[in-house]
């Protein structure tokens, strides 16, 4: 498994599982356990996905050491801020029936993030997580958080997929030395990213799918990505993506695709901040 090394020298797998959207507690638990027997070594959650408790049980159910395991989750706006947020972060232990988190992030950049960051440094700083990072957070927020506090983000992970490539946002994460991840990597399936014919004719070339060639592309340019599925066969075919290189051609004709432009996060969508800010999750 290629890894990434995170600003502060822990290990990162550069591929892992998602489980956002897989809510039935019976269905996420057995794509978890699968993931695991796959091959994968990171999973990604969070506590406004509500599996927690299920991704817990998955890994459990795995038998792998967890030791070897790189688990993620998230902080919810509801629970930001200092007390809120450690207190969360126990919650969220309980659910996942771990000791430790190999990295915990902020979800969004809205509430009490600087509480909620002060709590997480300390977190760090007992060993109870590994590495602190961020969701969803701007460069000028990111900026902004790396200047004022003693801990700087390990990773923020972002909307990335060829039709919001976000490369000037990747490297100006890549100068302040935190590492991008991307969320989403398949755009969730939107401007039929999968009949596409750039890059059906790239997957054609080497003999892959269209979702190998989309990983591929991003690993390449060092992106941890965390693609989901609850087919085992999808799971072992996204995962075997390190037997061919993309060339240079292929990346250019990719980086084509780009819109420079969400497909899910409009720029000044008040009324998206107003519903975030006010959704609530029984966590």
Known sequence: MQKVILNNGVEMPIIGF??????????????????????????????????????GRGIKRSGISREEIFVTTKLWIQDAGYDSAKKAFENALNRLQLEYLDLYLIHQPYGDIYGSWRAMEELYHKGKIKAIGVSNFKNDRLLDLIKHHEVKPAVNQVETHPFFQQIENAQFMKEQNVQIESWGPFAEGKNNIFKNEVLIAIADKYNKSVAQVILRWLTKRGIVVIPKSVRKERMIENLNIFDFELNPEDMELIKTLDTKESLFNRSNDMERVKSLINMKFNI
């Open 18 to 55: 998602g489980v956002f959207q897989i809510q039935d507690e019976k269905e996420c638990e057995q794509a978890v356990c699968d993931a695991l027997m796959a091959g994968y070594r990171l999973i990604d959650t969070a506590a406004a996905y509500q599996n927690e408790e299920a991704v």
